[in-house]
């Protein structure tokens, strides 16, 4: 049983890069969403996919982040021009098709801007 | 909106103490509840979930929570805590859509720290 999958698990880089993770859910589950956790903080709602379409951004996420999940399988979260503050864990889950399935979560990609 | 709230941001027992973490949330209808631990390198993990019925709920590593919808709480309890469950604990609150909800808000967490 492959739980959820997210690369690279730690990222570090210079400020004004860009980033890419992935994430590879269960390969049943059809949502798919983003959350960016701080320290000390609980996770926060970044962003959400049912099948490829995206049907709620947070306001968190800046024009600066672009999430895609072109075919309805993984998905991938860029952050364009990172700077200090976007420095977190951003963690990937999937539920199932029903409207009330669990969210599993991946283990996170740990993203830390010099 | 609803919201979450985890008034403790640390607490520590001793191993084979009972322990209740406190949970409160924001909603004007019958939420959807869970909670949730994060070991350190580890995945959040669901330890149990309240949609409807019965307001004691069971869940795994020998949890419970339970609803109190005349004080929006949703506390967790273990009767005899193990050094293995010292971890965060977040509480979390589905978002209610039609049939369901479709993502969840989660509180700041609670780091449970267990002296042996």
């Known amino acids: 049983d492959t739980g959820v999958s997210q690369n690279p698990r730690h990222k570090i880089t210079k400020r004004g890069q860009n980033v890419t993770f992935r994430c590879d859910p269960i390969s049943e589950h059809n949502r798919l969403y983003w959350y960016r956790q701080t320290l000390g903080q609980g996770p926060e709602f970044l962003t959400y996919?049912?099948?490829?379409?995206?049907?709620?951004k947070s306001r968190l996420l800046s024009d600066r982040f672009s999430a895609e999940r072109p075919k309805g399988s993984f998905s991938t979260l860029e952050i364009q021009r990172t700077e200090q503050g976007d420095s977190a864990m951003y963690l990937c889950?999937?539920?199932?098709?029903?409207?009330?399935?669990?969210?599993?979560f991946g283990e996170g990609s740990r993203l830390t801007v010099l | 909106a609803q919201s979450v709230t985890q008034p403790d941001i640390h607490i520590t027992v001793s191993e084979g103490a009972s322990l209740e973490l406190r949970c409160n949330y924001s909603y004007g209808a019958t939420p959807y509840l869970f909670w949730y631990v994060q070991s350190p390198g580890q995945g959040l993990q669901l330890l149990l979930k309240?949609?409807?019925?019965?307001?004691l709920v069971q869940g795994i590593k020998g949890f419970e929570a339970e609803f109190k919808r005349s004080q929006s709480s949703f506390n967790l309890r273990k009767p005899s805590v193990h050094w293995s469950d010292a971890a965060e604990y977040f509480c979390a609150v589905g978002a209610v859509v039609s049939g369901g909800y479709n993502k969840l808000i989660f509180g700041a967490g609670t780091r449970l720290a267990v002296h042996p």
């Open positions: 309240y949609f409807s019925g019965d307001t």
């Open positions: 889950a999937s539920s199932a098709r029903q409207a009330t399935g669990e969210l599993f």
């Open positions: 996919f049912q099948n490829e379409a995206q049907l709620e």
